[in-house]
């Protein structure tokens, strides 16, 4: 039997371009997008979309019973700044509707389901440079609460009932399909639109605060490739470290710079600040390119190349 393809919490950054890949390996049957919010991107006029709120339990049944998904892709979350805005929302979102749809792949017998972790399972007391796999996990903001807790759960879910749940810890994302949305490494991707229409852009990061940032290419892979991988070969059941590349404003400005040499940037720091300034500088992921063979393909000079290249 052909695998069905439920894709939750399609409609963000990392959900658009795995919705169209999956479209491209199973089929375009095969996929069904959903999210609380529709979209206008061609992409989600070529498999079948429902919208689907992870916090009604019915809604979540129905669309279940309907589409009977045998690996299931669950992406809803509200991101880190969003989250500090709305700290109860966050917490809401981001755990019930994780447990809603866990129990739900228990029920219809889900064959596999992936979860996203991120960075900001990590606080302040974390190793910064290197960040180890298993290391202090003491984060400060609703959105790294509620991933460090969400990783408890899946390994707790797989150990108790036996659901094959794979994650990784997402960095900083980097693409150019779909715009910013509410994250604290958003500037990384808003510059590259800044540099292009307006030739400056006002950052909401100090100059020198280098966060793990990787491009939706390779993220979208690393998410294909642990959720495809061999059940055996999945030996950490809360969630991977996966690297791409660490940089800062400063360093990001000055390789643009050599595309756009006119491109200015000032430095505003906002909120966002201290969330960055808890997030590691560098991650280790060792064990997720000796477990399942993760391995990136853009460095900062390729990144830059394409976004701009893509965005023009």
Known sequence: MKDKILVIGACGQVGTELVENLQQIYGNSQVVASDVRTSTHEVFTQSEFVQLDVLDKVQIKNVFQKYQPT???????????????????????????????????????????????????????????????????????????????GERYCEYYHNRYKLDVRSIRYPGLIGWKSLPGGGTTDYAVDIFHQALKQGQYDCFLGPTTTLPMMHMEDAVRATLEITEAPSNAIKIRSSYNIAGVSFNPEELTQEIQKYIPNFTITYTPDHRQQIADSWPQSIDDHIARADWGWQEKYNLEKLVVNMLDNLK
């Open 71 to 149: 690996i299931v892709y669950h992406l809803a979350a509200l991101l880190s700044a969003t989250a500090e805005a709305k700290p109860k929302l966050g917490w809401e979102l981001n755990m019930d509707g994780t447990f809603n749809i866990f129990d739900a792949c228990i029920e219809h017998q889900v064959k596999r389901i992936f979860w996203p972790s991120s960075i900001a399972v990590f606080g302040p007391t974390t190793p910064a440079i290197h960040t180890p796999q298993r290391t202090i996990l003491e984060p400060n903001t609703v959105y790294g609460i509620t991933k460090s807790t």
